[in-house]
């Protein structure tokens, strides 16, 4: 099968991209490197009523940040272009047509107002009004008209929908690559819109035409889409065509395991559901985005691939192209994938310990010298998530300790500490090689010379210099200090530490 694979990422632009379908993006790519085929992006813009200016642009940015590069599609071009389906409007009418001339679809000329009234009806008895089998004979459309009164309201421009004549008792069965065997009766289905009275197709005939002349063989997408599947195949039927191998993916659920993810979980939880910021272009709310939060994009991939899927094996690092060597529509879960926030903040520290140092330094601590800047990218790098805590680390870092940490005061501050940092301070003019190695060293001999264990002082200087009984690398921090703080930070400790006698 391997160079027929195409398959398409085809997201509406209705707001902001959803971290779950980034996923869906990623999983269809991956499968397309991984079998040598085509993966291409379509955008899904007939429902005028729900476009949302921008949210086409933010869908590419966030494809190219994450490096999720289609092969054809919206920004590229390629054989099957347009790729933007407001821009092949005239194209799906020949296909309704196409099924009104085969049976397979009719004219509907019942009023919203009119649908309305009967919906109120149904609702008032109990029950849901649907639009098939058992009522369409009594609605107004041409399989209940005479021909006379279709010819008539067609040619005086009466409006219409096309609607698929969904068979009365039929059974659809399809084999979903992640669900495995779905069965639907199509008495539990109506008989869906396929063009609207403004002359556009709905959602489901724009996606299937386009699956077809696009030739897609796979359709990779969200659960959210299982409920539409017995349709689409359906209309391939209908049209006489091979309906794609069909995998929808696993929902992603709350951090607690309950329910579907959704934004108000992640502004309760302060952790982004969508890959870039976004800010709403009527309310002005801006919403976090996982670039912008400080997640690098290998980061975010490797946490993404993961939410649904699973290689078999205890590797969790990968890069991209590890990802496509490992990935197969075999190992993605049936069950909900839990967004674990801190698994991405897992992988994030995983991924800025590989981050090449000089850039970190470069983009995060502009302002004091690249080599100085580099010295503090390593001396923090295993105690950040985000790379812009360095500003902050370096800040605290520089800040002279307003209070000296209690416990360990309590517990270390003894005579034999208090010789050991009067034995540190008289030795410190002498290093002459202001480096971390040998200032360790003089220190260390210092220290033997005095008979004190390096053990019995070093907590206690940790807290006289910086304040803290915990922190980053000492010898680097004091050779980062520098001589003269450090000769200052000590007395000033000593003085305010209490005196005491042997
Ligand atoms: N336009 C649909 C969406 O926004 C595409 C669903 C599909 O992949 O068929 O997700």
């Known amino acids: 099968m391997s160079s027929k694979i195409r398959v398409r990422f085809a997201p509406s632009p209705t707001g902001p991209l959803h971290i779950?379908?980034?996923?869906?993006?990623?999983?269809?790519?991956?499968?397309?490197?991984?079998?040598?085929?085509?993966?291409?992006?379509?955008?899904?813009?007939?429902?005028?009523?729900?476009?949302?200016?921008g949210a086409e642009d933010y869908i590419l940015e966030s494809l190219a940040w994450l490096g999720i590069m289609p092969?054809?599609?919206?920004?590229?071009?390629?054989?099957?272009?347009?790729?933007?389906?407001?821009?092949?409007?005239?194209?799906?009418?020949?296909?309704?047509?196409?099924?009104?001339?085969?049976?397979?679809?009719?004219?509907?000329?019942?009023?919203?107002?009119?649908?309305?009234?009967?919906?109120?009806?149904?609702?008032?008895?109990?029950?849901?009004?649907?639009?098939n089998a058992l009522t369409r004979v009594k609605l107004k459309n041409s399989l209940s008209m005479s021909p006379e009164a279709i010819e008539e309201a067609l040619a005086s421009g009466q409006p219409y929908v096309i609607r698929l004549k969904v068979p009365a008792k039929a059974e659809i069965r399809f084999q979903d690559s992640i669900r495995d065997w779905v069965h639907v009766?199509?008495?539990?289905?109506?008989?869906?819109?396929?063009m609207k009275s403004d002359g556009m197709p709905t959602y489901h005939l724009a996606n299937v035409v386009d699956d077809h002349i696009m030739e897609i063989t796979h359709v990779i997408r969200g659960e959210e889409w299982l409920p539409s599947a017995p349709l689409h195949i359906l209309l391939y039927q209908a049209f006489g065509w091979q309906a794609p191998q069909f995998a929808h993916l696993p929902l992603l659920l709350k951090p607690e395991g309950n329910g579907k993810l959704s934004k108000r979980d992640a502004?309760?939880?302060?952790?982004?559901?969508?890959?870039?910021?976004?800010t709403d272009p009527q309310t002005g709310t801006v919403s976090k985005g996982f670039k912008q939060e400080g997640y690098l994009p290998e980061a975010t991939l490797n946490?993404?691939?993961?939410?649904?899927?699973?290689?078999?094996?205890?590797?969790?690092?990968?890069?991209?192209?590890?990802?496509?060597?490992?990935?197969?529509?075999?190992?993605?879960?049936?069950?909900?994938a839990k967004f674990?926030?801190?698994?991405?903040?897992?992988?994030?520290?995983?991924?800025?310990?590989?981050?090449?140092?000089?850039?970190?330094?470069?983009?995060?601590?502009?302002?004091?010298?690249?080599?100085?800047?580099?010295?503090?990218?390593?001396?923090?790098l295993d105690r950040i998530t985000f790379p812009q805590e360095l500003g902050q680390k370096v800040a605290e870092f520089l800040e002279l300790p307003s209070e000296y940490d209690e416990t360990v005061l309590a517990n270390k501050w003894n005579p034999e500490a208090q010789n050991g940092l009067l034995a540190i301070q008289n030795c410190l003019d002498a290093i002459q090689d202001w480096h971390a190695e040998s200032i360790k060293q003089a220190i260390h001999e210092t220290l033997?010379?005095?008979?004190?264990?390096?053990?019995?002082?070093?907590?206690?200087?940790?807290?006289?210099?910086?304040?803290?009984?915990?922190?980053p690398d000492l010898m680097i921090?004091?050779?980062?200090?520098?001589?003269?703080?450090?000769?200052?930070?000590l007395s000033t400790a000593l003085a305010q530490f209490p005196k005491l006698s042997e």
């Open 20 to 53: 779950g379908g980034v996923r869906t993006a990623l999983y269809n790519y991956l499968l397309a490197r991984k079998l040598g085929g085509t993966f291409l992006l379509r955008i899904e813009d007939t429902d005028q009523t729900r476009f949302v200016p």
């Open 71 to 131: 092969d054809e599609g919206v920004g590229i071009g390629g054989p099957h272009a347009p790729y933007r389906q407001s821009e092949r409007k005239d194209l799906y009418k020949a296909y309704a047509d196409e099924l009104i001339a085969n049976g397979k679809a009719y004219f509907a000329f019942d009023s919203s107002e009119e649908l309305d009234a009967i919906r109120a009806v149904y609702e008032s008895k109990g029950t849901a009004f649907q639009y």
């Open 185 to 194: 009766h199509t008495s539990s289905m109506d008989d869906k819109v396929l």
């Open 267 to 278: 502004d309760l939880g302060g952790f982004p559901v969508f890959p870039l910021a976004w």
């Open 303 to 336: 946490f993404l691939a993961f939410l649904g899927w699973n290689p078999g094996t205890e590797q969790e690092l990968f890069s991209l192209d590890e990802l496509v060597q490992a990935f197969s529509l075999e190992r993605i879960n049936k069950a909900g």
């Open 340 to 380: 674990d926030v801190n698994k991405a903040k897992w992988f994030n520290e995983q991924y800025l310990k590989q981050h090449p140092v000089a850039e970190l330094a470069k983009d995060y601590l502009p302002n004091i010298g690249q080599e100085q800047a580099e010295a503090y990218v390593h001396l923090f």
């Open 448 to 471: 033997e010379l005095a008979g004190i264990k390096m053990g019995k002082v070093m907590q206690m200087l940790r807290v006289a210099l910086s304040g803290n009984g915990a922190g």
């Open 477 to 489: 921090s004091i050779e980062l200090w520098g001589k003269e703080q450090v000769g200052q930070r």
